[in-house]
Each structure stands twice: as structure tokens, then as C-alpha cells.
């Protein structure tokens, strides 16, 4: 009996080691002599204030959201980066903003939403992210402006128009479900 109870308790120690040994998980971290350590970061030049636009990048999530919990998917957050070339960073603008929201028909384009920011707006609206600095712009869809989505599609178009008029650069047409 007591060799039983041995037996028993051998066993067990053993399958509690291997349970804890199966759980365990090594990690090797060589490395080589010779092998270069990585550069060092560098501070980029930001782009000067007074650059051109030229390159105009929206970002947006492909349907809209309920941010609002009414049940109802209305809200329409879009980034907007402005480019100079040969900087590599977005920078702000002193300018205005249009989007143009549209359903995309046979005949063309069926205009549902435009909303414009002026310079004031958008000063309020200056966030920065990994990528840099951009426009964080935020839609609200009435329900009567839903409703005249016949497909659940719709697509859009930013356009960015500096202060002084001189310059304006319109995005590519994005399309978003809306249903």
C-alpha cells in the first residue's frame, strides 16, 4: 500500500513538472559580432508654415458610425493631411475645407451632405498623431439625409482652398457604406 501511495505521488510530481515545463517558453536573443546597431533616430525639418500645398490625403473609416449611441449610424469622422512638397511631414494651412458628400448615380452625382470649415473651424480642429499634423473633421448625417442614400452607398470628396484664395487641391472620391 505504502508503495502504491509512492508510486502515486512520483507520478503525480512528475506530470506537475511536465505541465509547468509545457508551459514555460524560452526565448534566445543572439547576436553577431560585426552586426551594425541601428541608426540613430534624427529630428526631421518640419514644413515651413508658408509652404504650398500639393498633395491633399483623406483618411476615413470605410462606413459610418453610431459615436452618438442613438442607434442610428450617422457620424462621419475624416482626417485631413496637407503635404508640401519636398517636406515629408503634414502641416496645417491657414485655409478653408469643403466636403462634398454624394451618392453616385447613373446620371451622376446626387448631392446629399456639403459642409464647409472655415479658417476659425479648422484652428479648433488641429490634432497631431504619429503621421503629424492633420484636420480632424466630424460629419453628422440628419436621418432625412440617410434617407436619400437609395443604394447604402455614398461617396465624397474633400477640397482644401487656402486663405488667400490662390490655391485649391481636392481629394480623389472615396466611397463609404452607409448602411
Same mark, same amino acid.
Not at 475645407?97 to 453616385?104: S, T
Given at each position: ?138 460629419? @453628422? $448625417? =440628419?436621418? %432625412?439625409?440617410?434617407?436619400?442614400? /437609395?443604394?447604402? #452607398?455614398?461617396?465624397? +470628396?474633400?477640397?482644401?482652398? @487656402? $486663405? =488667400?484664395? %490662390?490655391?485649391?487641391?481636392?481629394? /480623389?472620391?472615396? #466611397?463609404?457604406?452607409? +448602411?
Amino acid at each position: 500500500m505504502i508503495d502504491s501511495v509512492t508510486h502515486f505521488a512520483r507520478l503525480s510530481a512528475w506530470c506537475l513538472a511536465a505541465c509547468t515545463l509545457l508551459g514555460c517558453q524560452t526565448e534566445k536573443t543572439t547576436t553577431r559580432l560585426g552586426d551594425p546597431l541601428p541608426p540613430v533616430p534624427v529630428e526631421v525639418e518640419g514644413t515651413p508654415s508658408d509652404a504650398v500645398v500639393s498633395d491633399i490625403v483623406v483618411l476615413s473609416p470605410y462606413s459610418l458610425s453610431d459615436l452618438d449611441g442613438n442607434g442610428l449610424a450617422s457620424e462621419f469622422p475624416i482626417a485631413v493631411y496637407l503635404y508640401a512638397t519636398p517636406y515629408p511631414l503634414p502641416f496645417w494651412k491657414m485655409g478653408s475645407i469643403r466636403v462634398e458628400l454624394f451618392e453616385e448615380i447613373a446620371e451622376g452625382e446626387r448631392p446629399i451632405l456639403e459642409r464647409g470649415y472655415n479658417a476659425g473651424e479648422l484652428d479648433a480642429l488641429k490634432q497631431t498623431n504619429v503621421v503629424g499634423r492633420f484636420y480632424a473633421l466630424q460629419l @453628422t $448625417l =440628419s436621418e %432625412d439625409e440617410l434617407r436619400k442614400l /437609395s443604394n447604402g #452607398r455614398a461617396a465624397y +470628396r474633400v477640397t482644401f482652398e @487656402t $486663405l =488667400s484664395g %490662390d490655391s485649391t487641391l481636392t481629394s /480623389s472620391v472615396k #466611397r463609404i457604406n452607409v +448602411r
